[in-house]
């Protein structure tokens, strides 16, 4: 009898009968949001990716025609050669996609959504109906971005960057008309999806965490997703206000940003603006954003690292100080960019100062995981194979920031191949190892099954040479001098000698794009097919593995499980098994060996 | 390298179709499968692990070997000296941590592959190897940042001198123009609101009223005489542009309503560098490949690719719109004396406007 009354109140607790629309697609539940974060993230990927593989191919066969650049650029590929404003536009939406569709809702978006409530043991977020406006609106801008590549003069082409005069002005290249106008609308609305999530992240974390779940015992993937949604919070509204004043000065002829301008043969009408205060308000955002980017990554991996090591993480209060220490740091250096922008040198010295603290915490943190590798029990599960190579990237293109963020040295290889290679390993490649990482790690809890680690092996290793045979090659053409954004380099024959490299980084470029197609299949296929998972298949201590793996509105049947010590119990001396859940309490005589 | 090129391709190939088969044999065979890595894996992948460090080692050998000679070209400034040692100092600390911090992670990862019947060690913590890891690149960063800087405030402190040559760069959609104060040192008044006045013949809109500007002197050209302070003072009539010259470890961006600041002093002539034996050498490479490129050319009945000579580049290094690739200016590095001939023949803004 009194089992089924338990039932009756779980349907009670139920509220209404799910339709269609509201489980599949206006749906509240935190772990529906995530799976659409995480496939509209996977789509824009595709776009964001097939994008760079084009220009690579422009930058290795430079004014080679191409039967793909035909099929796919259309009018703005005359005989299949690629036009130089498309080549613009391709490395502007391509950098926007990955920075902010891919890296931040994609990956921050879905990991957050899946796993604050799962990890923290809330039944969902402090407020799905923000959470699902959330969604909604990263997915409008989405919507609107793709959108801008078909207006008549092709989409924004300025740089990711989009620096005024050249975005403010339609006279000043065509990207920078009706694009850019859709690129900025676009962006204005991420930005509101941005901090509506961040500022649900942060609620959730504070208020729900279940009894026993203090903020010392939170996962490390906690830790980063709350200080992530901090930076985005304060960062966000930046830009916003950044893209207004730019909407302003193209749309209603303000000058916050243009001063003396002579263009097409007319003297326009702005005086006393700056173009370096647009800079200023843009990496006020645009820094911390490589850390909004990087730090869930870094949160994932210190996770699947622990799991898979069968070792607690070392240093835990470490590796949250350092997540603190870099995010403040975060917001304090965005100078670093304009070393050479027209800025008082005497800035330039202050920003060098606080970018290479930044070295410190970013220090403690590699050595510290290379300590949980060390007499661990390793699984090299894909996800585990992934979190290494974020390491090794994320150290490769953390060390040339040493060089790149000495204002002395930045001067000659500032804004060449150099910065590419360098942010590309450690954001972009780093960041993206942590989404993948992710995906293989939390697909059972997504979806209930599990993908195929063969082809997990696979898409690592094919990416993993390829993330290195792109990247490694790209900082010694950099050194040489080469320019970014150029449509080739042939109008300089003092480049003729390092074509040979650009081809040699497109080959490893394709095979890269191609092993994507690997985990694209896995993952899809997976969906439907893949084997059926156990409840806890990575022998896990969190709490997300604690619930059914049948997603169930509110997560946990009956009550929420309490919390009685840390998440990383692995291998603790006087443990039968080598991994304690954190919701099993101590034993008698049992010592909390947290800190 | 073509050879080779083609060869790592097919080698690649077929290691990932050797993988890809692999894939389908195993999960035919495993139909009890877990899909979570079992013992045969993690020996596999962590043997693989350390594959990928041998890779890593390689990949950076071979990258010096075969592109080792494009990297920094000969400096030919006086601070490009400072800048150099400074950059190879940095780039021996990095080769450095980043040779031990691979290794040890590869290495771990392949020394501690989970066996079976292992158990890990429970180790979380160790303050005072923390406190090492925190306090050595924290000094380390501290010695770097303070030669850093020292370096810094050398080169970007601009003092206004009798001696130094001053020169405006002049940015626009898409190439540079340079202007020399003339016979008073001064550079005149400029603004955009001029440009159109003389018939378009004010180039860079100089101001007509002002004396100073009357002996200025605009070129096409950049002539620098040797071993004399340059200051360079940057303007943009549109968007934002960047003067780059990677020769002399220069580059300053130019911004529409400002004027931005850089200087330097050459201290090599053009004629001088195309004798330095490794631009000799670059010279003869890209001659090579040019010879090459023009076979090609000449049997699709194209011209032949002119032989490449070197000189100094200044290059536009901030996006600038649709031919911001070809945004450039040649430098030439001279002895005063063939400077001052130069300049002789160049016609002031007087004579241009009349």
């Known amino acids: 009898m009194s089992a089924v009354e338990h039932n009756h109140e779980e349907e009670d607790h139920g509220h209404h009968k799910e339709t269609f629309i509201t489980k599949y697609i206006f749906s509240q539940d935190h772990k529906m949001i995530s799976k659409q974060y995480l496939i509209t993230g996977l789509f824009m990927g595709i776009i964001g990716i097939a994008m760079s593989l084009m220009f690579r191919l422009q930058l290795a066969w430079p004014e080679k025609s191409f039967g793909i650049f035909e099929s796919l650029l259309g009018k703005w590929a005359p005989d299949g050669v690629m036009d130089p404003n498309v080549y613009l536009a391709l490395v502007t939406i391509h950098g926007t996609i990955m920075v902010f569709f891919v890296l931040t809702a994609g990956l921050s978006g879905t990991f957050s959504n899946l796993l604050i409530p799962l990890q923290i043991g809330a039944r969902d977020m402090a407020s799905g109906l923000l959470n699902m406006i959330s969604f909604w609106l990263f997915f409008l801008s989405s919507v609107i971005m793709i959108a801008s590549l078909f207006v008549e003069a092709g989409p924004a082409a300025a740089g990711w960057t989009i620096y005024p005069p050249l975005s403010a002005l339609p006279q000043a290249q065509p990207g920078s008309g009706m694009g850019m106008t859709l690129w900025l609308i676009s962006m204005a609305i991420f930005v509101a999806s941005s901090l509506l999530g961040s500022l649900n992240y942060i609620v959730t974390v504070i208020n729900l965490r279940v009894k026993g779940m203090t903020m010392s015992r939170l996962p490390l993937t906690i830790w980063a997703f709350f200080v992530t949604a901090i930076i985005g919070v304060v960062s966000f509204p930046v830009l916003l206000s950044a893209a207004l004043l730019l909407i302003m000065d193209r749309s209603f002829g303000t000058s916050f940003f243009l001063s003396d301008i002579f263009i097409q043969g007319e003297v326009l009408h702005y005086q006393g603006g700056s173009p370096v205060l647009y800079e200023h308000l843009f990496w006020f955002l645009g820094h911390p954003e490589v850390y909004i980017v990087l730090l869930p990554a870094l949160g994932i991996t210190s996770e699947i690292i622990a799991t898979n090591s069968r070792k607690p993480i070392f240093g835990y209060r470490a590796m949250v100080v350092s997540i603190i220490a870099i995010a403040f740091l975060s917001t304090i250096v965005w100078g670093h960019h304009m070393f050479i922008s027209g800025m008082n040198p005497f800035l330039g010295s202050v920003f060098t100062f606080t970018t290479l603290l930044i070295a410190i915490p970013s220090a403690v943190k590699a050595f510290n995981y290379i300590t949980t590798l060390w007499k661990g029990n390793l699984q090299l599960n894909p996800a585990m194979l992934f979190s290494i190579g974020l390491v090794s990237t994320f150290i490769s293109g953390g060390l040339t920031g040493i060089i790149l963020g000495d204002s002395t040295l930045d001067i000659n290889v500032h804004d060449t191949y150099f910065v590419v290679a360098h942010f590309h390993l450690v954001m972009g490649i780093s960041a993206l190892y942590g989404l993948f990482a992710g995906v293989y790690h939390w697909f059972p809890k997504m979806f209930g099954r599990m993908m195929n680690k063969n082809m997990g092996y696979v898409h690592f290793w094919v990416t993993a040479v390829c993330a290195y045979g792109v990247f490694f090659p790209m900082h010694f053409i950099g050194m040489a001098g080469l320019p970014r954004r150029y449509y080739t380099n042939t109008a300089f024959p003092y480049f003729d000698d390092i074509a040979d490299i650009n081809v040699v980084i497109t080959i490893f470029a394709l095979i890269a794009g191609a092993a994507q197609l690997v985990f694209l299949y896995n993952f899809i296929h997976s969906i439907f097919y893949g084997k059926k998972a156990e409840q806890n298949p990575w022998r896990s201590n969190t709490m997300e593995w604690t619930a059914p793996v049948e997603h169930m509105h509110g997560n946990w049947p009956g009550a929420i499980p309490e919390v009685h010590r840390w998440a990383y119990d692995y291998s603790k001396p006087g443990q039968e098994e080598d991994f304690v859940s954190q919701i099993v309490p101590l034993k008698e005589g049992e010592e909390e060996l947290q800190h | ?354």
């Open chain 2, 1 to 354: 390298m073509t050879a080779i090129l083609t060869l790592m391709v097919l080698v690649l190939i077929a290691i990932s179709l050797w993988q890809v088969a692999k894939i389908f044999e195993m999960s035919q065979t495993s139909k009890n499968n877990s899909q979570v890595a079992n013992d045969s894996d993690n020996d596999t992948q962590g043997k693989l692990m350390f594959a990928f460090l041998a890779f890593l080692y390689i990949l950076t050998l071979y990258s010096f070997w075969a592109w080792g000679d494009v990297l920094l070209p000969a400096a030919a400034s006086e601070h490009g000296g400072e800048y150099d040692s400074l950059m190879w100092i940095s780039f021996a600390l990095i080769f450095f941590v980043q040779t031990i911090t691979q290794a040890l992670l590869h290495y771990f990862s392949f020394k501690y592959r989970g066996e079976p019947g292992k158990r890990a060690m429970f180790y979380a913590d160790n303050n005072r190897l923390e406190a090492y890891w925190t306090i050595i690149p924290a000094i380390t960063l501290a010695g770097l940042i303070l030669s850093g800087l020292y370096t810094w405030n050398d080169i970007m402190t601009v003092e206004e001198n009798e001696e130094a040559l001053v020169v405006e760069l002049y940015a626009q959609q898409f190439n540079w123009k340079a202007r020399y104060s003339g016979q008073d040192g001064v550079l005149g008044d400029a603004n955009v609101r001029f440009l159109q006045d003389f018939d378009g013949k004010n180039v860079i809109g100089i101001d007509a009223t002002d004396p100073n500007g009357l002996d200025d002197v605009v070129t096409q050209e950049l002539h620098l005489p040797v071993g004399r302070e340059v200051i360079f003072k940057m303007r943009s009539q549109d968007v934002l542009h960047s003067a780059y010259m990677p020769h002399f470890r220069a580059q300053m961006n130019c911004v529409p309503g400002m004027i931005t600041e850089f200087a330097f002093t050459p201290i090599t002539t053009t004629d001088d560098m195309r004798l330095d034996p490794d631009v000799v050498a670059k010279v003869k490479k890209i001659n090579k490949i040019r010879a090459e490129n023009s076979k090609q050319l000449v049997a699709d009945g194209d011209e032949a690719l002119e032989p490449y000579i070197f000189d100094y580049i200044l290059l536009c290094n901030k996006i600038c719109g649709t031919s911001h690739y070809n945004m450039q200016m040649k430098i030439i590095v001279e002895t005063p004396e063939a400077y001052e001939a130069w300049m002789i023949q160049q016609q002031t803004f007087a004579q241009v406007i009349q």
